[in-house]
Protein backbone atom coordinates (compact mmCIF):
# COMPACT_ATOMS: atom_id res chain seq x y z
CA UNK A 1 0.00 0.00 0.00
CA UNK A 2 1.61 3.58 -1.55
CA UNK A 3 1.70 6.37 1.46
CA UNK A 4 -1.20 8.13 -0.29
CA UNK A 5 -3.51 4.95 0.12
CA UNK A 6 -2.05 4.54 3.74
CA UNK A 7 -2.12 7.78 5.01
CA UNK A 8 -6.12 8.12 3.77
CA UNK A 9 -7.02 4.86 5.29
CA UNK A 10 -5.87 5.74 8.54
CA UNK A 11 -7.27 9.11 8.83
CA UNK A 12 -10.64 7.75 7.72
CA UNK A 13 -10.84 6.55 11.70
CA UNK A 14 -8.30 8.51 13.75
CA UNK A 15 -8.22 11.67 12.25
CA UNK A 16 -4.86 13.32 11.69
CA UNK A 17 -3.17 9.66 12.06
CA UNK A 18 -2.34 9.72 8.58
CA UNK A 19 -0.62 12.85 8.39
CA UNK A 20 0.87 12.19 12.13
CA UNK A 21 2.55 8.89 11.34
CA UNK A 22 2.94 8.60 7.53
CA UNK A 23 3.42 12.13 6.50
CA UNK A 24 5.30 13.60 9.50
CA UNK A 25 2.91 16.23 9.85
CA UNK A 26 2.53 16.65 14.11
CA UNK A 27 1.04 19.47 14.47
CA UNK A 28 -1.38 18.99 11.82
CA UNK A 29 -2.23 16.06 12.44
CA UNK A 30 -3.11 16.58 16.49
CA UNK A 31 -5.33 19.23 15.32
CA UNK A 32 -7.66 16.93 13.23
CA UNK A 33 -7.17 14.51 16.11
CA UNK A 34 -8.10 16.99 18.71
CA UNK A 35 -11.08 18.18 17.09
CA UNK A 36 -12.24 14.62 16.72
CA UNK A 37 -11.96 14.46 20.42
CA UNK A 38 -13.55 17.35 21.11
CA UNK A 39 -16.51 16.38 19.17
CA UNK A 40 -16.84 12.86 21.05
CA UNK A 41 -15.92 14.34 24.42
CA UNK A 42 -19.31 17.25 23.98
CA UNK A 43 -21.12 14.15 22.86
CA UNK A 44 -19.78 12.08 26.11
CA UNK A 45 -19.62 14.97 28.55
CA UNK A 46 -23.18 16.33 27.61
CA UNK A 47 -24.79 12.43 28.37
CA UNK A 48 -25.36 9.59 29.70
CA UNK A 49 -22.78 7.17 27.39
CA UNK A 50 -20.71 6.59 30.29
CA UNK A 51 -22.97 5.64 33.15
CA UNK A 52 -24.81 3.06 30.58
CA UNK A 53 -21.86 1.82 29.59
CA UNK A 54 -20.74 0.66 32.98
CA UNK A 55 -24.18 -0.89 33.37
CA UNK A 56 -25.64 1.83 35.93
CA UNK A 57 -28.93 1.62 33.62
CA UNK A 58 -30.47 -0.92 31.48
CA UNK A 59 -32.32 1.01 29.13
CA UNK A 60 -31.18 4.01 27.07
CA UNK A 61 -33.34 6.41 26.23
CA UNK A 62 -31.91 9.21 23.73
CA UNK A 63 -34.84 11.40 25.33
CA UNK A 64 -33.34 10.92 28.70
CA UNK A 65 -29.85 10.02 28.42
CA UNK A 66 -28.76 11.77 25.15
CA UNK A 67 -25.99 13.98 24.76
CA UNK A 68 -26.05 17.29 23.07
CA UNK A 69 -25.73 15.68 19.02
CA UNK A 70 -27.64 12.44 19.61
CA UNK A 71 -30.72 14.68 21.59
CA UNK A 72 -30.31 17.24 18.78
CA UNK A 73 -30.91 15.18 16.06
CA UNK A 74 -33.51 13.10 18.29
CA UNK A 75 -35.18 16.40 18.89
CA UNK A 76 -35.74 17.66 15.48
CA UNK A 77 -36.94 14.06 13.88
CA UNK A 78 -39.46 13.81 16.73
CA UNK A 79 -40.19 17.46 18.44
CA UNK A 80 -40.66 15.83 21.89
CA UNK A 81 -42.24 13.07 22.87
CA UNK A 82 -43.71 14.22 26.22
CA UNK A 83 -46.36 17.29 26.58
CA UNK A 84 -46.40 18.85 30.15
CA UNK A 85 -45.25 22.44 31.14
CA UNK A 86 -42.53 20.75 33.78
CA UNK A 87 -41.44 17.75 33.18
CA UNK A 88 -42.30 17.65 29.42
CA UNK A 89 -40.76 18.50 25.88
CA UNK A 90 -40.85 22.05 24.63
CA UNK A 91 -41.21 21.17 20.52
CA UNK A 92 -40.06 24.08 19.12
CA UNK A 93 -37.18 24.50 21.78
CA UNK A 94 -36.05 20.44 20.64
CA UNK A 95 -36.39 22.17 17.18
CA UNK A 96 -33.95 24.93 17.56
CA UNK A 97 -31.12 23.14 19.04
CA UNK A 98 -31.97 20.33 16.39
CA UNK A 99 -31.33 23.12 14.31
CA UNK A 100 -27.82 24.44 15.70
CA UNK A 101 -26.84 20.39 16.06
CA UNK A 102 -27.18 20.39 12.36
CA UNK A 103 -25.66 23.24 11.68
CA UNK A 104 -22.61 21.81 13.67
CA UNK A 105 -22.53 18.47 12.19
CA UNK A 106 -22.18 20.32 8.94
CA UNK A 107 -19.29 21.79 10.06
CA UNK A 108 -17.47 18.90 11.27
CA UNK A 109 -18.24 16.69 8.63
CA UNK A 110 -16.66 19.72 6.32
CA UNK A 111 -13.62 19.02 8.68
CA UNK A 112 -13.54 15.62 8.39
CA UNK A 113 -13.74 15.66 4.91
CA UNK A 114 -11.00 17.88 4.94
CA UNK A 115 -8.97 15.90 6.91
CA UNK A 116 -9.50 12.53 4.42
CA UNK A 117 -8.88 14.76 1.54
CA UNK A 118 -5.67 16.15 2.77
CA UNK A 119 -4.34 12.90 4.15
CA UNK A 120 -4.35 11.52 0.66
CA UNK A 121 -2.82 14.70 -1.17
CA UNK A 122 0.28 14.74 1.70
CA UNK A 123 0.94 11.30 1.34
CA UNK A 124 0.77 12.24 -2.71
CA UNK A 125 3.06 14.93 -2.48
CA UNK A 126 5.53 12.59 -0.46
CA UNK A 127 5.33 10.23 -3.52
CA UNK A 128 5.98 12.59 -5.99
CA UNK A 129 8.15 14.96 -4.57
CA UNK A 130 10.06 12.38 -2.74
CA UNK A 131 10.06 14.69 0.23
CA UNK A 132 8.19 15.46 3.65
CA UNK A 133 6.17 18.74 3.65
CA UNK A 134 6.29 20.06 7.36
CA UNK A 135 3.28 21.48 8.98
CA UNK A 136 4.62 24.78 9.21
CA UNK A 137 5.17 25.07 5.05
CA UNK A 138 1.58 23.84 4.72
CA UNK A 139 -0.04 26.33 6.39
CA UNK A 140 2.14 28.85 5.07
CA UNK A 141 1.35 27.46 1.75
CA UNK A 142 -2.92 27.43 2.86
CA UNK A 143 -2.41 30.88 3.98
CA UNK A 144 -1.20 32.06 0.72
CA UNK A 145 -3.95 30.26 -1.15
CA UNK A 146 -6.84 30.83 0.89
CA UNK A 147 -6.72 34.09 2.59
CA UNK A 148 -9.97 34.79 1.32
CA UNK A 149 -11.66 32.26 2.64
CA UNK A 150 -9.63 32.34 5.92
CA UNK A 151 -10.60 35.62 6.34
CA UNK A 152 -14.60 35.50 5.63
CA UNK A 153 -14.93 32.23 7.55
CA UNK A 154 -15.70 33.95 10.57
CA UNK A 155 -18.33 35.95 9.04
CA UNK A 156 -19.82 32.97 7.31
CA UNK A 157 -19.74 31.27 10.54
CA UNK A 158 -21.47 34.16 12.20
CA UNK A 159 -23.94 34.41 9.60
CA UNK A 160 -24.94 30.95 9.86
CA UNK A 161 -26.33 31.09 13.25
CA UNK A 162 -27.40 34.54 13.03
CA UNK A 163 -29.52 34.24 9.99
CA UNK A 164 -29.42 30.94 8.26
CA UNK A 165 -30.84 29.22 11.58
CA UNK A 166 -33.98 31.77 11.92
CA UNK A 167 -34.30 30.89 8.09
CA UNK A 168 -34.25 27.08 8.60
CA UNK A 169 -36.56 27.32 11.48
CA UNK A 170 -39.70 29.36 9.84
CA UNK A 171 -39.33 27.46 7.00
CA UNK A 172 -39.91 23.79 9.16
CA UNK A 173 -42.55 25.65 10.90
CA UNK A 174 -43.88 25.90 7.83
CA UNK A 175 -44.17 21.77 7.96
CA UNK A 176 -45.61 21.49 11.67
CA UNK A 177 -48.75 22.40 13.63
CA UNK A 178 -47.59 25.04 15.70
CA UNK A 179 -50.58 26.60 16.30
CA UNK A 180 -52.71 28.17 19.18
CA UNK A 181 -53.71 25.12 20.12
CA UNK A 182 -51.41 23.37 20.51
CA UNK A 183 -48.96 25.83 22.27
CA UNK A 184 -45.63 23.91 24.04
CA UNK A 185 -44.36 23.13 26.31
CA UNK A 186 -48.13 22.20 27.26
CA UNK A 187 -48.42 20.52 24.58
CA UNK A 188 -46.67 18.91 21.23
CA UNK A 189 -45.73 19.79 18.22
CA UNK A 190 -46.06 17.68 15.32
CA UNK A 191 -44.94 17.23 11.51
CA UNK A 192 -47.61 17.71 9.16
CA UNK A 193 -45.76 17.79 5.59
CA UNK A 194 -47.23 19.71 3.14
CA UNK A 195 -51.09 19.83 4.74
CA UNK A 196 -50.74 23.76 5.73
CA UNK A 197 -49.45 24.21 2.03
CA UNK A 198 -52.78 21.84 0.83
CA UNK A 199 -54.95 24.09 3.59
CA UNK A 200 -53.90 27.42 1.86
CA UNK A 201 -54.76 26.34 -1.69
CA UNK A 202 -57.46 24.08 -1.30
CA UNK A 203 -59.88 25.71 1.56
CA UNK A 204 -61.81 28.22 0.74
CA UNK A 205 -61.52 30.79 3.12
CA UNK A 206 -57.94 30.44 3.11
CA UNK A 207 -57.25 30.64 -0.66
CA UNK A 208 -59.32 33.48 -1.15
CA UNK A 209 -58.01 35.55 1.36
CA UNK A 210 -54.23 34.64 0.00
CA UNK A 211 -55.04 35.05 -3.29
CA UNK A 212 -57.04 38.31 -2.54
CA UNK A 213 -54.18 39.66 -0.10
CA UNK A 214 -51.64 38.57 -2.60
CA UNK A 215 -53.17 40.53 -6.05
CA UNK A 216 -53.24 43.23 -3.94
CA UNK A 217 -50.06 42.92 -2.33
CA UNK A 218 -48.47 42.86 -6.13
CA UNK A 219 -50.09 46.13 -7.16
CA UNK A 220 -49.55 47.57 -4.24
CA UNK A 221 -45.76 46.60 -4.57
CA UNK A 222 -45.71 47.81 -8.42
CA UNK A 223 -47.64 50.91 -7.86
CA UNK A 224 -45.59 52.20 -5.04
CA UNK A 225 -41.94 51.45 -6.70
CA UNK A 226 -42.60 52.91 -9.98
CA UNK A 227 -44.46 56.01 -8.78
CA UNK A 228 -41.71 56.73 -6.23
CA UNK A 229 -39.18 55.91 -9.04
CA UNK A 230 -41.24 58.21 -11.76
CA UNK A 231 -42.23 60.84 -9.40
CA UNK A 232 -38.41 61.17 -8.32
CA UNK A 233 -36.78 61.29 -12.01
CA UNK A 234 -39.35 64.05 -12.96
CA UNK A 235 -38.95 66.32 -9.51
CA UNK A 236 -34.62 65.23 -10.92
CA UNK A 237 -35.22 66.39 -13.93
CA UNK A 238 -36.86 69.74 -12.93
CA UNK A 239 -34.28 70.72 -10.35
CA UNK A 240 -31.71 69.58 -13.22
CA UNK A 241 -32.82 72.75 -15.68
CA UNK A 242 -30.74 75.70 -16.08
CA UNK A 243 -33.81 77.84 -15.65
CA UNK A 244 -34.25 76.97 -12.08
CA UNK A 245 -33.28 78.96 -9.44
CA UNK A 246 -31.91 77.75 -5.45
CA UNK A 247 -32.00 74.16 -6.64
CA UNK A 248 -30.23 73.44 -3.09
CA UNK A 249 -33.63 74.85 -1.41
CA UNK A 250 -35.97 72.98 -3.31
CA UNK A 251 -33.87 69.88 -2.74
CA UNK A 252 -33.93 69.84 0.31
CA UNK A 253 -37.68 70.68 1.14
CA UNK A 254 -38.46 67.90 -1.10
CA UNK A 255 -36.18 65.53 0.64
CA UNK A 256 -37.66 66.47 4.19
CA UNK A 257 -40.48 63.53 3.59
CA UNK A 258 -38.15 60.87 3.52
CA UNK A 259 -35.56 62.05 6.25
CA UNK A 260 -38.19 62.31 8.65
CA UNK A 261 -39.58 58.92 10.40
CA UNK A 262 -41.86 56.83 8.83
CA UNK A 263 -43.54 55.93 11.82
CA UNK A 264 -43.92 59.59 12.96
CA UNK A 265 -45.25 60.53 9.50
CA UNK A 266 -47.34 57.59 8.82
CA UNK A 267 -49.20 58.39 13.08
CA UNK A 268 -49.13 61.90 11.90
CA UNK A 269 -51.13 61.09 8.56
CA UNK A 270 -53.66 58.75 10.14
CA UNK A 271 -54.78 61.88 12.34
CA UNK A 272 -55.01 63.44 9.19
CA UNK A 273 -56.90 60.99 7.22
CA UNK A 274 -59.44 60.30 10.01
CA UNK A 275 -62.93 59.76 8.64
CA UNK A 276 -64.50 61.63 11.43
CA UNK A 277 -62.55 63.54 13.37
CA UNK A 278 -59.66 64.42 10.43
CA UNK A 279 -58.97 68.25 9.88
CA UNK A 280 -58.38 67.31 6.28
CA UNK A 281 -62.11 65.90 5.62
CA UNK A 282 -63.09 69.01 7.97
CA UNK A 283 -61.41 71.54 6.09
CA UNK A 284 -62.98 70.44 2.76
CA UNK A 285 -66.30 70.24 4.14
CA UNK A 286 -65.86 73.98 5.38
CA UNK A 287 -64.79 74.80 1.91
CA UNK A 288 -67.80 73.38 0.22
CA UNK A 289 -65.61 70.83 -1.83
CA UNK A 290 -67.72 67.88 -0.29
CA UNK A 291 -70.76 67.30 1.00
CA UNK A 292 -70.11 64.32 3.18
CA UNK A 293 -66.85 62.88 4.47
CA UNK A 294 -64.62 60.99 3.04
CA UNK A 295 -63.32 57.01 4.31
CA UNK A 296 -59.97 57.71 3.48
CA UNK A 297 -59.40 54.72 5.47
CA UNK A 298 -62.70 53.04 5.78
CA UNK A 299 -63.60 52.91 2.56
CA UNK A 300 -61.78 49.60 1.41
CA UNK A 301 -60.92 51.31 -2.82
CA UNK A 302 -60.48 54.54 -1.59
CA UNK A 303 -58.02 52.96 1.36
CA UNK A 304 -55.71 51.40 -1.18
CA UNK A 305 -55.17 54.75 -3.13
CA UNK A 306 -54.45 56.33 0.28
CA UNK A 307 -51.68 53.88 1.32
CA UNK A 308 -50.36 54.37 -2.51
CA UNK A 309 -50.31 58.47 -2.42
CA UNK A 310 -49.01 58.48 1.32
CA UNK A 311 -46.24 55.96 0.26
CA UNK A 312 -45.42 58.61 -2.47
CA UNK A 313 -45.25 61.65 -0.28
CA UNK A 314 -42.71 59.62 1.66
CA UNK A 315 -40.56 57.76 -0.47
CA UNK A 316 -39.96 59.79 -3.82
CA UNK A 317 -37.01 62.24 -2.17
CA UNK A 318 -34.78 59.14 -2.34
CA UNK A 319 -35.12 58.16 -6.10
CA UNK A 320 -34.66 62.15 -6.44
CA UNK A 321 -31.50 62.42 -4.85
CA UNK A 322 -30.57 58.79 -6.71
CA UNK A 323 -31.73 59.93 -10.21
CA UNK A 324 -29.90 63.53 -9.81
CA UNK A 325 -26.53 61.80 -8.87
CA UNK A 326 -26.97 59.96 -12.10
CA UNK A 327 -28.04 63.25 -13.84
CA UNK A 328 -25.18 65.18 -12.21
CA UNK A 329 -22.69 62.69 -14.15
CA UNK A 330 -23.78 62.24 -17.64
CA UNK A 331 -21.17 63.76 -20.46
CA UNK A 332 -22.35 66.80 -21.69
CA UNK A 333 -20.26 65.66 -24.97
CA UNK A 334 -23.72 62.89 -25.65
CA UNK A 335 -25.89 66.36 -25.52
CA UNK A 336 -24.03 68.51 -27.49
CA UNK A 337 -23.45 65.71 -30.38
CA UNK A 338 -27.27 65.11 -30.33
CA UNK A 339 -28.43 68.47 -31.20
CA UNK A 340 -25.94 68.92 -33.75
CA UNK A 341 -27.61 66.24 -35.31
CA UNK A 342 -30.87 68.17 -34.83
CA UNK A 343 -32.56 65.98 -31.91
CA UNK A 344 -35.15 67.90 -29.89
CA UNK A 345 -35.35 68.23 -26.08
CA UNK A 346 -37.74 64.61 -25.79
CA UNK A 347 -35.85 62.78 -28.03
CA UNK A 348 -32.57 63.39 -25.74
CA UNK A 349 -34.57 62.35 -22.73
CA UNK A 350 -35.99 59.49 -25.07
CA UNK A 351 -32.20 58.28 -26.56
CA UNK A 352 -29.83 59.61 -23.34
CA UNK A 353 -31.12 60.03 -20.37
CA UNK A 354 -33.80 57.85 -19.77
CA UNK A 355 -31.43 54.62 -20.95
CA UNK A 356 -28.67 56.04 -18.91
CA UNK A 357 -30.66 56.48 -15.68
CA UNK A 358 -32.44 53.09 -16.22
CA UNK A 359 -28.99 51.20 -16.77
CA UNK A 360 -27.69 52.86 -13.44
CA UNK A 361 -30.77 52.53 -11.20
CA UNK A 362 -32.08 49.24 -12.37
CA UNK A 363 -30.54 47.55 -9.72
CA UNK A 364 -31.87 50.10 -7.25
CA UNK A 365 -35.29 49.35 -8.52
CA UNK A 366 -35.38 46.15 -8.14
CA UNK A 367 -34.34 45.94 -4.59
CA UNK A 368 -36.54 48.76 -4.28
CA UNK A 369 -39.42 46.42 -5.48
CA UNK A 370 -38.33 43.61 -2.47
CA UNK A 371 -38.33 45.95 -0.08
CA UNK A 372 -41.94 47.70 -0.67
CA UNK A 373 -43.15 44.12 -1.56
CA UNK A 374 -42.56 43.46 2.56
CA UNK A 375 -42.99 46.31 3.73
CA UNK A 376 -44.85 46.66 6.69
CA UNK A 377 -44.52 50.01 8.38
CA UNK A 378 -46.20 52.15 5.39
CA UNK A 379 -49.74 49.73 5.69
CA UNK A 380 -49.99 48.66 9.23
CA UNK A 381 -48.89 52.40 10.60
CA UNK A 382 -51.23 53.67 8.49
CA UNK A 383 -54.50 51.65 8.26
CA UNK A 384 -53.57 48.71 10.29
CA UNK A 385 -54.22 46.69 7.07
CA UNK A 386 -58.10 47.67 7.58
CA UNK A 387 -61.03 48.24 6.93
CA UNK A 388 -61.83 44.75 8.23
CA UNK A 389 -63.15 42.61 5.32
CA UNK A 390 -65.58 39.84 6.56
CA UNK A 391 -65.13 37.28 3.79
CA UNK A 392 -61.46 36.97 4.57
CA UNK A 393 -59.50 35.05 7.07
CA UNK A 394 -57.89 37.41 9.71
CA UNK A 395 -57.15 39.78 6.83
CA UNK A 396 -58.25 43.40 5.62
CA UNK A 397 -58.71 44.96 2.66
CA UNK A 398 -55.29 47.05 2.62
CA UNK A 399 -53.19 44.03 4.42
CA UNK A 400 -50.26 42.97 2.43
CA UNK A 401 -48.67 39.32 2.86
CA UNK A 402 -46.45 40.85 5.89
CA UNK A 403 -48.91 42.39 7.89
CA UNK A 404 -51.43 39.47 7.27
CA UNK A 405 -48.40 37.45 8.79
CA UNK A 406 -48.01 40.24 11.55
CA UNK A 407 -51.66 39.16 11.84
CA UNK A 408 -51.72 35.84 11.72
CA UNK A 409 -48.29 34.99 14.45
CA UNK A 410 -49.03 37.84 17.41
CA UNK A 411 -52.64 38.44 17.17
CA UNK A 412 -54.01 34.87 16.56
CA UNK A 413 -50.63 32.35 17.01
CA UNK A 414 -51.14 30.69 13.45
CA UNK A 415 -47.58 30.47 13.52
CA UNK A 416 -47.27 27.53 11.04
CA UNK A 417 -50.07 29.19 8.53
CA UNK A 418 -47.57 32.55 8.69
CA UNK A 419 -44.41 30.42 8.09
CA UNK A 420 -46.51 28.91 4.81
CA UNK A 421 -46.66 32.73 3.93
CA UNK A 422 -42.87 33.58 4.55
CA UNK A 423 -42.09 31.20 2.25
CA UNK A 424 -44.17 31.83 -0.36
CA UNK A 425 -42.79 35.44 0.00
CA UNK A 426 -39.39 34.67 -0.63
CA UNK A 427 -40.59 32.65 -3.54
CA UNK A 428 -42.10 35.33 -4.93
CA UNK A 429 -39.77 37.92 -3.92
CA UNK A 430 -36.67 35.67 -5.00
CA UNK A 431 -37.49 34.65 -8.04
CA UNK A 432 -38.50 38.05 -9.55
CA UNK A 433 -35.49 39.48 -7.84
CA UNK A 434 -33.15 36.65 -9.54
CA UNK A 435 -35.25 36.94 -12.59
CA UNK A 436 -34.06 41.11 -13.34
CA UNK A 437 -30.85 40.80 -11.89
CA UNK A 438 -30.16 38.05 -14.46
CA UNK A 439 -31.28 40.32 -17.31
CA UNK A 440 -29.57 43.67 -16.20
CA UNK A 441 -26.59 44.75 -17.90
CA UNK A 442 -25.33 46.47 -14.94
CA UNK A 443 -25.08 42.85 -12.92
CA UNK A 444 -24.04 41.34 -16.43
CA UNK A 445 -20.34 43.38 -16.39
CA UNK A 446 -20.00 41.87 -12.53
Known amino acids: MNRAKKSLFLSIFI ?10 QRVKGLMFFAIQCLFIGIELATGYWMEYFMGMFNQFEVRLHGGFFTKGVWGLLTLGEVPGAKTGDHSMLLM ?22 DAHQSGKYIEDNKEYLSTKKYFKKLYSQKFPYIVISPVVVL ?6 MPMIFSVLTAFTNYTRGNLPPAHLVDWVGLSNFGKLFKVPIWSKTFFSVLSWTLVWTVCSTLSCFFFGMLQALILNSDHIKFKKVFRTIQILPWVMPNLVCLLVFRNILNGQFGPLNQFLLDAGIISQRIGFLSDPNIAKITVIVVNLWLGFGSSMLMISGVLSNLDPSLYEAARTDGATKFQEFRFITFPMIMRVTMPLLVMSFAHNFNNFGA ?68
Open 379 to 446: VFFLTKGGPANPKYQIAGDTDILISWIYKLTLDNSMFSMAAVMSILIFVVVGTIAFFNFRNTSAFKEV
Open 159 to 164: ILFVSI
Open 96 to 117: ISGIITMIILGIITMIYIWNIK
Open 15 to 24: WGSGQFFVCK
